[in-house]
Nanobody, 125 residues
Framework: QVQLVESGGGSVQAGGSLRLSCAAS????????MGWFRQAPGKEREFVAA????????IYADSVKDRFTISRDNAKNTVYMKMNSLQSEDTAVYYC??????????????????WGQGTQVTVSS
């Protein structure tokens, strides 16, 4: 079983950037396809991005494509998400999640088995 801890959230003005990190412990993160999801107040959790275990495949929500970049460093047991050109609509709690690499990459939150506690991102306009 893997434990996931997010960091890097904070408050930023519109147009700014942040980089989120998701550190894994308990098992090597290279065993997992990893994803980022977010949940804004009063809204359902939504998919943001996902990356295959080797990092050779990435997928994004249309709302963040060309602004956000997901990456991973398996040697550091860490997954990242660089967020550029942040907008007020990006304000949410961001969660990283993992699922067995055997199951493949997915946009569906219910298909992920492991979740972090979340990190708050607040974008002011």
């Amino acid at each position: 079983q893997v434990q996931l801890v997010e960091s890097g959230g904070g408050s930023v003005q519109a147009g700014g950037s942040l980089r989120l990190s998701c550190a894994a412990s308990g098992r090597t993160v290279s065993s997992y396809t990893m994803g980022w999801f977010r949940q804004a107040p009063g809204k359902e959790r939504e998919f943001v991005a996902a990356i295959s275990r080797k990092g050779d495949t990435t997928i994004y929500a249309d709302s963040v494509k060309d602004r956000f970049t997901i990456s991973r460093d398996n040697a550091k047991n860490t997954v990242y998400m660089k967020m550029n050109s942040l907008q007020s609509e990006d304000t949410a709690v961001y969660y990283c999640a993992g699922r067995s690499w055997v199951a493949g990459i997915s946009r569906t939150g219910s298909e992920y088995d492991y979740w972090g506690q979340g990190t708050q991102v607040t974008v002011s306009s």
